[in-house]
């Protein structure tokens, strides 16, 4: 994580258990900031979940001001499902989850930074299938602002089930948005965004940034291949000033 600088702020970091909307347990990464937040972040991991990698992404968006809550997305999946670090094998599972759940997991973390550190807004963000499930969030009323980083616009085939919505279906409500995508990402191509543009279209407020040489998850994972740090400092300096726009507070 490099590539996010690290703010001012000492920060406390923790594992909490969130109650999703089943009342089921879920597992979540809470990072607070010393002092007062400014506003609060709910924040969808990619599809491997929760690891040292989020915990330090979390810590480090907390240095900025941030109260961050990041909860497991697949809790309610087998225990082969949670226990693997292997991308295809969440992948094959993903067809199963629910989204009233899943984004109900999402306004829970909202909820328990509202409760615990009393911030009055929250922006939702995500990455790869997070900043799908991100876009999906927007549309609703419990977030703020959102930010997508290469988050499908259409979903392949194994990310979508009879319980799973598409983000275009209601894309032309969303809350103030950003999405960060790249040129050469196979997963979300040219003629996904000209949909996503043509629904935001005379919305001023959301915006989508395009990294033309960048790849699938060039941002968030410094291990990846695809990592691209000029392009990755460039991003969360972006996503840093629309978060803190008009005080999101």
Known sequence: MAELTEGIHDVELE????????????????????????????LHPDILGLRPLFDDLCRRLATHGFAVCAPEPFTRASAEVRASTDAPTRMAAFGALDDDLQLGDLEAAADYLVVHDDVAR?????????????????????????????????????????????????????????AIL???????????????????????DCRIVTYPE????????????????????????????????????
Do not use: N
């Not at 979903?155 to 799973?164: D, F, S, V, W």
């Open 122 to 178: 929250v922006a939702v963000l995500g990455f790869c299938m997070g900043g799908m499930q991100a876009l999906k969030a927007a549309t609703g009323d419990r977030f703020d602002r959102a930010v997508s980083f290469y988050g499908m616009i259409v979903p392949p085939a194994p990310m979508q089930g009879p319980r799973l919505r598409r983000p275009l279906a209601a894309a032309t409500s969303v809350v103030p948005t950003l």
């Open 214 to 249: 960048a790849d699938h998850g060039f941002v968030h994972d410094p291990a990846r291949p695809t990592h691209r740090a000029d392009d990755a400092a460039d991003a969360w300096t972006r996503v840093l000033e629309f978060l803190h726009a008009d005080r999101v507070t």
């Open 15 to 42: 594992r909490i258990v969130l109650r999703g909307p089943d009342d089921r347990a879920v597992e979540a990464i809470h990072a607070r900031p010393e002092g007062l937040p400014i506003a609060g972040i709910a």
């Open 182 to 204: 790249g040129g050469a990402d196979a997963l979300v191509p040219p003629a996904d965004v000209e949909q996503l543009r043509a629904a935001w279209a005379g919305r001023p």
